[in-house]
């Protein structure tokens, strides 16, 4: 047994398909399927059921991943204080954002980061927010830029500012000349939400003061995949919603039939921050990606903590 079988075993009962698992890990499938028989067989148990339609782990299978798991975790533990010991900011660096802020965000701090920092290598992939946690604790990323409170004590969180909220409305809407836009404004509108599993629909639902979901009327199954989308629908006049700071610097912003009005209410905003794992240990890696950042961020969000009073005596 040995590190490569231990990461064919986790692909498998990732992917649930020993091609796609076989890609994942850059070999041939009849390698794959072939190494994880031999190691089934000189343990005398079966990892995995295989039929024609499927791969299904096995009870055993389950508790030998677990075990797999942690012992991936520590060999790639092992690679990182290395790495901190040669050079902390040499390597890659492993992010991922959420989809409400990464198109925003991260066009912002390529080219900064690479021109300070050129020995990190930023690898970014972008999920919803229970995807990320999940990948973070399985070390398949080193931290993760998200926009709600984590409270796991594995987990440490940085935070870096606070984005407020915008109203986006069709242009011809009641609200476009009303000063100030209240709460009692916001109950009456078309609110339209991201999908499930989108942070950024609860948070327009805890502004909008919505317990849940209306289950009624025309808007009821008005979801959409994607920010571009919910806006795409409000430009075509199905209603309104909530826009992060960050993204008022879209494309969507010309010629799209939506106007946007800022909200004066003191719970509107929500707070972004890199999480990461308390064990990681490249932490000035992380420090230069944090640093970069809010040395990069639009008048339109608020820095937190110790650099937005760093920023207000440089000024």
Known sequence: MNLRDLKYIITV?????????AERCFVSQPTLSGQIKKLEDDLGVTIFERT???????????????HARKLMEQADAIEQIARA?????????????????????????????????PQ????????????????????????????T???????????????PFWLSLPRQHPLYNKEPITRKDLDKLNLLLLAEGHCLAKQAMEVCHLKERKDQGEMADMRAASLETLLQLVGAGFGSTLVPA?????SWTTGSGIIVRQLNLADASRRVSLVYRSSFPRQAALDALAQTIRDNLPNTVKLVGAAASRKKNRQ
Do not use: C
């Open 85 to 117: 010991h040669q050079d902390p900011l040499a390597g890659p660096l492993r992010v991922g954002a959420i989809p409400t802020l990464s198109p925003y965000l991260i066009p912002l701090i390529l080219t900064p980061l690479k021109q300070q920092f």
């Open 246 to 250: 960050l993204a008022l610097r879209g």
């Open 52 to 66: 024609n339609r499927s791969v299904e782990i096995t009870p055993v299978g389950e508790a030998i991943l677990a």
């Open 149 to 163: 409170p984590v409270e796991e004590h594995d987990l440490k969180v940085m935070p870096l500012f606070d984005e």
């Open 13 to 21: 009962a990732e992917t649930r398909h020993f091609g796609r698992a």
């Open 120 to 147: 990190i290598r930023l690898v970014l992939s972008e999920e919803i927010t229970d995807t990320l946690l999940e990948r973070l604790r399985n070390h398949e990323i080193d931290a993760a830029l998200l926009a």
